[in-house]
């Protein structure tokens, strides 16, 4: 008898990954029943032609001890939903993350540090989704496309199957049994767990299965992406050749050497931007005034680097809670001691444009994504908001291109948690931070406060990430931070 | 099978009542409130057997940890849990958990014309708190606890139920989780539904 764990963010997860295969097993033939040890551990055991299988969840991470070094190990780059491990040797089989939360505005992109998480690890990943959600305002929306190219871009680069799914669809909204993919999940998953207890190699025929998957894929981004930006690289070979290069993402997934189409999803310089996209980039007004932020977009206007769309949402916040944030991020901002040049925390209530309901607006830019030419361009750019930055940052990599992320957090630590660390590791991806060449990334947090990034600091989930994915982190008042070598400017 | 030692978080302490629920015939979960899923709706059955959806929380709406529907007793359990009782009764979670039980009650009574939900909506319901615990409670710790939220319950609607139900999860010595039921008192519910009847309706020790 072969036991397997099923560890879970609860036991919920971890009940509903057994009984999924256990419906399967018991389409083919084969028994599961379930006993709960202790009263409350759920011990299912499986019985098929085949081979007979133990799965024991382990629901809530945090209430056991020890958790395995592995899943440890694999929760500090965010949470998967559930994961499957054989405790015996020690090894992760697959990693799983699904949502019934409506997949609009933020909600898109919070769980994507966990793809990255799983990919960089080789950790086969699956995301099940709903393609389709009914808004608060009762209207359909559609999920976002980022999530689908993240993990097309890191089963690539980490030749590891990182699938998204979609259940639903228009007519049932947010409905797991409608769509294609639960189903195709748990097939998935029960071919893992078969291939693996009867000692083949975990993907042993799961080929089709696989085209078949980034097939979906492919489409749900032609299908969508037109709803998110102005043009996608690559998007004539998704209409002409997507069967093609659903194979090659299968392969990628096996292991196999792979070469995707020229440029396919990689993101251009300015002059390469078709011309109806380069002819309507222009620079754009702030929401609320930033002088970093002013100076970007007048870089787009003068084509040195350009943006996708410029859709980010205002979510004004209540007074009290911006002279509350403000209070603290000024305190901390001079918790360490002062650096050379002197910084100078200038955050005040009256920088933050008032609603016509009394709150004040935090969002700066209408875009959270800037993408230049040139490190050399976006460096000049930020010395030249932030004087006391001048000859101070790195030149090696000038001539490299740059992801430029802007989160407008306020509220002391969230950059560290839901929904930023998502985003960070979605947008670090997908805009080329694994591409060879390598895209630059920087991140700049014009309301947060560089002590919470000094090194020394506890680690976080978002630190983690950072570390990783970012070259340079800016501050409010222009204080710039690397985590790769600890410097701070 | 390897050996992990478990915290008796809230988690635990609501999944192991939440297996006892699942076994039984009389009673349903309509909603429980685990991190993530599917299962961030009341749902429940109309007459031919099919389930829906009664209600969508808001992602910022306050949520209950579970909500129990027995059709045989005409009863409905909302339920707040924490991993032990003394985190039950800070002055702030009371007024927080009082005021979910009461909003949620409210919007059920409101629901008579929901397919799926149709004349539960008359239903008495019962607030319950939910606990974990590594020493049993005492009876005067139980009732100062149900005392505490008799007050914030209370009100002119009537809402739900005087009687407060108690569910303990207990884990013993050997890491095994029983949980025992437990009423404010031994009055009515309903007429010729006592306190003692809706224990003895539950699949927990008395």
């Not at chain 1, 948690?417 to 080329?432: N, R, V």
């Not at chain 2, 961030?40 to 389930?51: F, Y």
Request: include cysteine; proline fraction near 5%; aromatic fraction near 10%.
């Amino acid at each position: 008898m072969i036991e397997l764990e099923i560890w879970a963010d609860s036991f919920h997860e971890g009940e509903w990954c057994c009984n999924q295969l256990g419906t399967i097993v018991c389409q083919n033939g084969g028994t599961h029943q379930v006993v709960y040890k202790n009263g409350f551990i759920p011990v299912h055991t499986i019985q098929t032609p085949d081979f007979n299988l133990v799965l024991t969840v382990y629901g809530s991470y945090k209430s056991w001890s020890p958790i395995p070094k592995e899943i440890s190990a694999l929760l500090s780059w965010g949470k998967p939903d559930f994961i499957a491990y054989d405790a015996k040797a020690k090894k992760i089989l697959f990693a799983v993350e699904e949502t019934a939360a409506v997949p609009t505005g933020n909600q898109a992109l919070q769980r994507c540090e966990r793809i990255f998480g799983s990919a960089r690890k080789k950790i086969p990943f699956w995301y099940l989704l709903s393609e389709f959600g009914q808004h608060k305002d009762g209207g359909i929306r559609r999920d976002s496309i980022w999530p689908t190219i993240m993990a097309l871009k890191l089963t690539y680069v980490n030749k590891t199957p990182c699938v998204v799914l979609h259940y639903s669809d228009s007519e049932n909204p947010e409905n797991y049994t409608a769509g294609n993919g639960l189903k195709s999940l748990f097939t998935s998953l029960f071919k893992i767990i078969s291939n693996y207890v009867t000692g083949k190699s975990i993907l042993h025929d799961m080929s089709s299965s696989l085209k078949d998957q980034y097939q979906s894929m492919l489409e749900f981004v032609h299908s969508q992406w037109q709803e998110i930006i102005d043009f996608l690289p690559g998007e004539e070979n998704l209409l002409s050749d997507s069967s093609k290069i659903a194979q090659l993402y299968a392969d990628a997934a096996e292991g196999k050497p792979t070469v995707l189409p020229e440029n396919f999803l990689v993101w251009p310089k300015v002059i390469e931007l078709p011309e109806q996209v380069a002819e309507k980039l222009k620079e754009k007004e702030l929401i609320k005034d930033d002088i970093l932020c002013r100076l970007l977009e007048r870089d787009v206007g003068q084509g040195k680097g350009y943006c996708l769309s410029d859709n980010a949402g205002s979510k004004p916040q209540t007074k009290a809670s911006i002279i509350s944030w403000v209070k603290e991020q000024k305190e901390l901002f001079y918790a360490a001691p002062a650096l050379t040049p002197p910084a100078k925390f200038d955050i005040d209530i009256s920088d933050f444009p008032v609603t016509k309901n009394g709150n004040y607006h935090v969002t700066t830019s209408k875009n959270i994504v800037y993408l230049y030419d040139r490190w050399h361009d976006l460096r000049q750019t930020i010395e030249e908001a932030y004087p006391r930055l001048h000859g101070k940052l790195p030149s090696t990599r000038d001539e490299d291109s740059v992801l430029m992320y802007i989160s407008n957090s306020i509220t002391p630590g969230r950059i560290f948690g839901d929904p930023y660390t998502g985003q960070l590791s979605a947008f670090a991806t997908i805009f080329g931070k694994l591409d060879h060449p390598p895209r630059m990334v920087v991140a700049y947090f014009p309301h947060q406060s560089h002590t919470q990034a000094l090194p020394g600091k506890r680690k976080n989930k978002g630190l983690t990430l950072m570390s990783e994915l970012t070259d340079l982190l800016i501050f409010t008042g222009g204080v710039a931070i690397s985590l790769q070598t600890g410097e701070v400017y | 099978m390897a050996s992990y030692s478990f915290k008796l978080t809230e988690e635990i302490a609501r999944w192991a009542f939440e297996i006892l629920i699942n076994q039984s015939q009389e009673w349903y979960i309509a909603f429980t409130n685990p991190t993530a899923g599917p299962w961030k709706r009341v749902m429940a059955l109309d007459e031919t057997g099919l389930e829906g959806e009664v209600h969508r929380f808001a992602r910022d709406e306050e949520r209950p940890d579970l909500l129990l529907v027995s059709d045989k007793y005409r009863l409905i359990i909302i339920l707040e849990a924490k991993d032990s009782l003394t985190k039950l009764i800070t002055d702030s979670q009371i007024e927080k958990s009082a005021n979910v039980v009461l909003s949620l009650a409210r919007l059920l009574k409101e629901k008579e014309s929901n397919n799926f939900w149709g004349k539960r909506a008359h239903y008495t319901v019962v607030a319950g708190l939910l606990w974990g615990a590594e020493q049993r409670t005492t009876e005067k710790e139980r009732q100062e606890a149900f005392k505490a939220y008799q007050s914030y319950l209370t009100n002119e609607e009537n809402l739900c139920s005087p009687i407060l139900l108690g569910i303990e999860s207990y884990r013993d010595k050997e890491g095994g989780i029983t949980c025992t039921g437990y009423v404010s008192h031994q009055g009515e519910i309903y007429e010729g539904f006592t306190g003692k009847s809706l224990l003895e309706a539950l699949p927990v020790q008395m």
